[in-house]
């Protein structure tokens, strides 16, 4: 019995080693199957840009094969809302960046509630080709309160225009009332004519003129600039935290994102050779401002609005030149106060990791 016991246990022995190896001869010579490929995970299927030139692409070659300074509302190659848009794998991205957009004309655009400034009815048209005009807002505004409606991330990035726009608005409509030559022509309209250098220099002497000849509206030109100059900041203050509430009014499940502005005069100094950035640093504390005002808007959406520091984005125009709309151009050869395509990865890069969404290779660069 014991003899037929070990064999049998030496049987059973040799049934599983031999099960064992062929186990272990078909695991190897198996193909393992193809899995489907997984779906592109999409972070923010739907994503809308709202705010002026900084994000539009202005001077990116894609935005200069238009030829003009004003691109009205389309989604610009490498522009930090395309970089964006790419990398939260949005299907629908909606972007209304108006060149030469102020808070107030976005507002408008935004809210059928809010009226019109006379800076909108006047000279904001001429200065951005018509784009930035009552008429043109007035039709842009259903599509971007649709916009807004259907928004998993919304980006609103303004403020630039508010602190000069105003004031040259004010300065144009009282040269107009002291026109030497050219009456009834447009700023856009003078530049070409005469170039950007004399149609500053006919500004100036038309507005010098207009207060020698007449006196008696002394008191109607010191009234509109004073609004002008109040608009660089309570017009601001106001507009910004009405957008953001407007926009969650709208749309109360929305991602939004406030960027923070730069310092267009970045680097700028009185005496370029010895470096010394004093205007730079003497409008610093202004735009620290400006950005305190739009912290303190988001804070009150804790956990739905965040708020993005774009302080130190590389710009085209890194030295003095006159920032003026007359010298605005679409390279360095004049005043453009715009991020360069390192500076639109840059806020692309600084957005994307807010967000905690991973960088694709066009924002790494």
């Given at each position: 019995?014991?003899?037929?016991?070990?064999?049998?246990?030496?049987?059973?022995?040799?049934?599983?080693?031999?099960?064992?190896?062929?186990?272990?001869?078909?695991?190897?010579?198996?193909?393992?199957?193809?899995?489907?490929?997984?779906?592109?995970?999409?972070?923010?299927?739907?994503?809308?840009?709202?705010?002026?030139?900084?994000?539009?692409?202005?001077?990116?070659?894609?935005?200069?094969?238009?030829?003009?300074?004003?691109?009205?509302?389309?989604?610009?190659?490498?522009?930090?809302?395309?970089?964006?848009?790419?990398?939260?794998?949005?299907?629908?991205?909606?972007?209304?960046?108006?060149?030469?957009?102020?808070?107030a004309d976005l507002r408008y655009m935004m809210d059928e509630n809010y009226a019109a400034d006379w800076v909108l009815l006047g000279q904001a048209a001429y200065l951005s080709e018509g784009v930035i005009s009552k008429e043109h807002l007035?039709?842009?505004?259903?599509?971007?309160?649709?916009?807004?409606?259907?928004?998993?991330?919304?980006?609103?990035?303004?403020?630039?225009?508010?602190?000069?726009?105003?004031?040259?608005?004010?300065?144009?409509?009282?040269?107009?009332?002291?026109?030497?030559?050219?009456?009834?022509?447009?700023?856009?309209?003078?530049?070409?004519?005469?170039?950007?250098?004399?149609?500053?220099?006919?500004?100036?002497?038309?507005?010098?003129?207009?207060?020698?000849?007449?006196?008696?509206?002394?008191?109607?030109?010191?009234?509109?600039?004073?609004?002008?100059?109040?608009?660089?900041?309570?017009?601001?203050?106001?507009?910004?935290?009405?957008?953001?509430?407007?926009?969650?009014?709208?749309?109360?499940?929305?991602?939004?994102?406030?960027?923070?502005?730069?310092?267009?005069?970045?680097?700028?100094?009185?005496?370029?050779?010895?470096?010394?950035?004093?205007?730079?640093?003497?409008?610093?504390?202004?735009?620290?401002?400006?950005?305190?005002?739009?912290?303190?808007?988001?804070?009150?959406?804790?956990?739905?609005?965040?708020?993005?520091?774009?302080?130190?984005?590389?710009?085209?125009?890194?030295?003095?030149?006159?920032?003026?709309?007359?010298?605005?151009?679409?390279?360095?050869?004049?005043?453009?106060?715009?991020?360069?395509?390192?500076?639109?990865?840059?806020?692309?890069?600084?957005?994307?990791?807010?967000?905690?969404?991973?960088?694709?290779?066009?924002?790494?660069?």
């Amino acid at each position: 019995m014991r003899i037929c016991r070990r064999l049998l246990s030496a049987l059973l022995a040799l049934v599983m080693l031999l099960s064992l190896g062929v186990a272990a001869l078909a695991e190897e010579l198996a193909v393992p199957a193809e899995e489907p490929p997984a779906e592109r995970y999409s972070y923010y299927p739907n994503y809308v840009a709202i705010g002026d030139s900084v994000g539009s692409g202005f001077g990116l070659p894609d935005y200069n094969r238009e030829g003009k300074l004003v691109i009205d509302c389309r989604r610009v190659t490498d522009s930090y809302p395309d970089l964006v848009g790419d990398a939260v794998d949005a299907k629908n991205v909606s972007q209304f960046h108006l060149c030469g957009a102020r808070t107030a004309d976005l507002r408008y655009m935004m809210d059928e509630n809010y009226a019109a400034d006379w800076v909108l009815l006047g000279q904001a048209a001429y200065l951005s080709e018509g784009v930035i005009s009552k008429e043109h807002l007035d039709e842009l505004r259903p599509k971007v309160q649709d916009a807004i409606r259907n928004a998993d991330l919304i980006t609103l990035d303004c403020g630039l225009n508010d602190c000069w726009l105003p004031v040259m608005a004010a300065i144009y409509d009282i040269a107009d009332e002291g026109r030497l030559f050219g009456r009834g022509l447009t700023i856009p309209e003078r530049v070409q004519r005469e170039g950007s250098l004399l149609a500053v220099m006919d500004n100036a002497a038309s507005f010098l003129n207009a207060w020698a000849a007449n006196p008696l509206r002394w008191p109607a030109y010191l009234f509109k600039l004073m609004v002008s100059l109040q608009k660089w900041v309570f017009d601001y203050q106001i507009n910004i935290r009405a957008m953001i509430a407007k926009i969650f009014l709208l749309n109360p499940h929305a991602t939004l994102v406030v960027c923070g502005m730069y310092n267009p005069v970045e680097n700028w100094g009185v005496f370029p050779l010895l470096h010394d950035q004093l205007i730079e640093r003497v409008l610093q504390p202004y735009y620290d401002m400006l950005n305190l005002a739009k912290r303190t808007a988001v804070a009150l959406y804790p956990g739905e609005a965040v708020f993005i520091d774009m302080k130190g984005v590389e710009l085209v125009s890194d030295s003095f030149t006159i920032p003026l709309f007359e010298m605005v151009t679409l390279n360095d050869r004049g005043y453009n106060p715009h991020p360069t395509p390192a500076g639109c990865r840059d806020q692309a890069r600084r957005i994307l990791n807010t967000l905690s969404v991973p960088q694709t290779d066009r924002v790494i660069g």
